[in-house]
């Protein structure tokens, strides 16, 4: 089985991917445009072979890469960046090249339209928050009439919460639509909830191979727009009720073989057409893993390897690395340069040190939405992982 990976040293731990590909006996080709002697040592023993472009941000250079891996090795079975930002490229080259295992890019249209995943959730029934395709201010002050304040205004094709803004009143519809960016936008009620997102591997057949759940600020893009400080954490368990329209919003979505994070809100105020306190609302939906460290914070909630999960499912469709029945928290907590804090580094380190799993400087690439510098612990219970945010978070 030939596999190319496309910008397989970023997020930095994703290097594991291409290392439990190759222990399945999968050839695994990378494809980036970071050059071949700075990639993580555990990278350059996975692959077989790494094609480095000058940016992958140019299609024709990574057509080229993958034309070279297809002439050299044969058939390409898989194509995968696991990465948000390049799943329509992704898409696109598995058409190009007839890769038939991922999304093609009449499919992807479905994952990256805001307003275009409203159809799927109906389909799998599960409620979301009314929506309007943002065209002048005269019909968005009619939308809001029928929805009230606040709404939220996003990019119908964007990545994450970027350029995601909440609205209050008439002066920020103004100042939004004078100062809007040219692209397609979309309007939302407010859902009143905390955010929970549906984590699993799914097999060919649409069927989770793990489920996890993370729990979220209210607003991500509040944290973004303001810099404020991202916390969060991985339950030991996933609610039924959210396992149940996890999995019809997989199959809705014919989300197949993939590493998938759905995100929905479980309500903290009841709505009409929505559901009462506790339930859950589709948000959106991402068909690739969390971002960031994520995937280990899974690892480390549950003792197991998603990225052995992962590789399983790629090479024999099934999971072989059984449960450990060790299930706890994971919390994460991030801090900013730019604000003072009444804990120093040190006094982290020694209160958590035990229990630490992670603890490093974010990349510039991920600090916008997840901070400067990250701490990740291992945590017995919810208010362990609450009380490791605040200490975290406290500021002087």
Not at 11 to 28: I, S
Not at 163 to 168: A, N, Y
Request: net charge negative.
């Amino acid at each position: 089985m030939n596999f190319i990976f496309i910008s397989p040293n970023f997020p930095r731990t994703y290097w594991n991917f291409c290392d439990r590909l190759r222990k399945n006996g999968v050839t695994v080709l990378g494809v980036g445009d970071c050059p071949y002697e700075e990639l993580e040592p555990g990278l350059r023993e996975a692959l077989t072979e790494y094609y480095k472009v000058d940016t992958l941000e140019d299609y024709d250079q990574v057509f080229r890469a993958v034309a070279y891996f297809s002439y050299r090795y044969g058939k390409i079975d898989w194509l995968e960046s696991n990465n948000e930002y390049w799943l329509e490229q992704d898409a696109r080259l598995r058409t190009d090249f007839h890769i038939t295992t991922g999304v093609d890019s009449v499919g992807v249209a479905a994952f990256k339209s805001k307003s275009g995943m409203k159809t799927y959730y109906a389909e799998a029934q599960v409620p979301t928050a009314r929506c309007h395709r943002v065209t002048d201010i005269d019909a968005a002050r009619a939308f809001i009439d029928q929805v009230g304040w606040p709404v939220i205004v996003k990019p119908d094709n964007g990545v994450g919460a970027s350029h995601t803004w909440k609205l209050e009143n008439d002066a920020d519809l103004e100042r939004f639509f004078a100062e809007k960016p040219p692209v397609e936008y979309v309007m939302e009620e407010f859902v009143w909830g905390a955010i929970r997102s549906y984590d699993a591997i799914m097999d060919s057949r649409c069927e989770p191979l793990i489920e996890s759940t993370g729990i979220f600020p209210p607003s991500i893009a509040d944290i973004v727009n303001e810099q404020g400080d991202l916390a969060y954490y991985v339950a030991d368990t996933v609610p039924q009720a959210l396992a149940e329209r996890g999995r019809r919003t997989a199959k809705a979505f014919g989300a197949a073989s993939r590493f998938i994070h759905l995100e929905f809100f479980e309500l903290t105020k009841a709505k009409p057409g929505l559901g009462e306190i506790g339930d859950f609302v589709g948000l959106e939906v991402n068909m690739r893993p969390a971002g960031g460290y994520t995937p280990d914070m899974i690892n480390f909630a549950h003792s197991t390897d998603v990225y052995q999960i992962w590789a399983d499912m790629v090479a024999f469709d099934e999971r072989r690395l059984l449960p450990s029945g060790q299930d706890h928290y994971c919390a994460y907590a991030s801090r900013r340069d730019a604000s003072h804090y009444r804990h120093s580094h040190e006094e982290i380190l020694e209160k958590y040190g035990p229990q630490m799993a992670m603890c490093e400087r974010m990349p510039d690439a991920l600090s916008d939405a997840m901070g400067n510098q990250m701490y990740t612990i291992h945590a017995a219970d919810e208010a362990a992982a609450k009380e490791f945010i605040r200490f975290v978070g406290e500021r002087a």
